[in-house]
């Protein structure tokens, strides 16, 4: 790049910053590679109650909630996909916390060399999605209601058929070749019934066998599970950050071990080239733990995003679709929450919230 | 002596299913499509046990269940449903005291050997 440019993007980058530090809605900060803050505009000091001087150069991690945990993995994923959106808490001088819409971006040197972060965070205290959220549930009772009744439907004749053949099996005279085909019928049909037993097992409202337990303990238990359906020669990097102390919860043990084996299993196959899974556990507001896992796999598309707790909705060549879907009526059958974010090419995070026992 | 027993389900096919699958395991069959006509039947004849669909038109299996047991505490009743097994169903139908479960996504040979089971079991409490 030449000098003439250079100093061009310099005095729009010294624009830019006037501009931004006059908007009072928005917090704008920068922090290097190391995590100290390097620009703090007038919207955060507002939103933060910490003066520019008093807090420059500080880390950053004195305004994030989860600590310095939070901000090395929130870093973490933007160096490693670029961006970061989420709705998170942030810490205000004074100890308390706010939420906020938090979009992290890189910050590179006009030669595209890293240099930081840019953070941009909206308060949005007071300011709730309920509508989408609502839509979303009715939307999957909807689906768990026509399911149950397909699924009803669907078992009544196949107990027909599977029946008959039992019969027919017993039959004196039956031809080798006529015995052949009754098995490969009788074999298509146990897969319809498997099928419609793992449709039945997404609609089913499943009672949770509630006890207290660790949530970091569920994890700990399903990594073995999981880690052997990893392919052998699979460059995979795993990093576990799991929250000491954390709240326990009141939840069935078996229930969340599948939702993890689920969502562990489909981030490591949305990784066939390798890549970095990464686990957080922490506590949230006081009420919530959260569960975040975060691939760096081949991601979804938008379009996709918005049907992936839908049952019989996959990106998979082979999948049935009915994984996540399991996944999601277990968390809200514990008064929890899941979200996804997901980028094509840049990998998928899954955000689990529930609740303290 | 062969037990006597009373199907229940709306559907044609399975009552007929049912009846050549019992009478294999020795037993007389009586089917009926609804439950109306099981309860009106059941005044008057004298069964062994009922196997009873929960999903029926008019009075629904579950409550024909709870009239029974209310009547006839003894007489085992074992439900069968296309639904499979769903922990609520089957919490409701321990609430009215039925004496069997069985999901027709079962494996047929399971479906039976459990209906025998159950069978045993009610009558071994008797």
């Known amino acids: 790049m030449n000098e003439s440019r250079k100093i061009a993007d310099k005095n729009i980058d010294a624009d830019l910053k006037d501009i931004m530090s006059c908007i009072k809605e928005y917090a704008l900060f920068a922090v290097n590679l190391e995590g100290n803050i390097t620009y703090f505009g007038m919207g955060s000091e507002h939103l933060f109650g910490w003066s520019k001087n008093e807090i420059i150069f500080k880390d950053a991690s004195l305004l994030f ?5 939070g901000l090395v993995r929130i870093l973490g994923e933007v160096k490693a996909r670029g961006r970061y959106e989420a709705e998170i808490e942030l810490k205000k001088s004074n100890g308390s916390l706010f939420p906020v819409d938090l979009t992290v971006t890189q910050l590179k040197d006009p030669d595209s060399k890293l240099t930081g972060y840019i953070l941009i965070a909206k308060d949005i205290t007071g300011i709730e ?26 078992n009544n004749p196949l107990f027909v058929i599977s029946g008959r053949l039992e019969l027919l099996k017993d039959e004196p005279g039956i031809s080798d070749s006529v015995r ?3 098995g490969i019928i009788y074999a298509q049909a146990d897969r319809i019934r498997n099928l419609v037993d793992r449709l039945l097992k997404f609609t089913r409202k499943s009672i949770p066998h509630l006890d207290t337990i660790s949530i970091n303990e569920v994890i700990e238990s399903v990594l073995p599970l999981v880690l052997c359906h990893k392919l052998p020669d699979s460059n995979v990097a795993m990093e576990k950050h ?8 009141k939840g069935d043990f078996n229930q969340l071990q599948e939702v993890f084996v689920n969502l562990l299993r489909n981030a490591y196959q949305s990784m066939p080239q390798g890549g970095k899974l990464c686990i957080y556990t922490s506590a949230v507001k006081e009420k919530f733990v959260q569960v975040i ?24 060549k082979d999948g049935a679709g009915l994984g996540l879907s399991i ?31 | ?37 099981a309860l009106d039947l059941l005044e008057k004849e004298c069964f062994d046990a009922v196997l009873m669909d929960i999903k029926l038109p008019g009075i629904s299996g579950m409550e024909a269940l709870k009239k029974i047991k209310e009547k006839r505490p003894q007489l085992p009743v074992i439900m069968i449903t296309g639904f499979g097994y769903d922990e609520g ?17 079962m494996p047929i040979s399971q479906i039976i050997s459990s209906f025998k089971m159950f069978l045993k079991i009610a009558k071994d409490k008797k």
């Open chain 1, 129 to 154: 999605k309920p509508g989408y959220r609502m839509f979303q549930a009715e939307k999957m009772a909807a689906i768990s209601l026509l399911a149950s009744g397909m699924a009803h439907e669907i």
């Open chain 2, 1 to 37: 002596m062969a037990n006597k027993v009373l199907v229940v389900d709306d559907e044609a096919s399975v009552r007929e299913l049912f009846t050549e699958l019992l009478k294999k395991e020795d037993c007389a069959v009586t089917t009926l499509s609804n439950a109306e006509e």
């Open chain 1, 242 to 249: 799991l929250g000491q102390n954390l709240p326990v919860i």
């Open chain 1, 180 to 182: 052949q085909n009754l």
């Open chain 1, 65 to 69: 909630s989860e600590g310095d945990s």
């Open chain 1, 293 to 316: 896992i975060s691939d760096t796999g081949l991601g979804i598309p938008a379009n996709s995003l918005k049907n992936v707790f839908l049952p019989f909705f996959s990106t998979k």
């Open chain 2, 89 to 105: 169903l089957i919490a409701k139908c321990k609430e009215y005291s039925c004496n069997g479960y069985i999901g027709k996504n």
């Open chain 1, 327 to 357: 996944c999601y009526n277990i968390i809200i059958n514990h008064s929890g929450n899941i979200e996804i974010e997901s980028e094509p090419d840049k990998g998928t995070t899954f955000i689990i919230k529930l609740p303290f026992a």
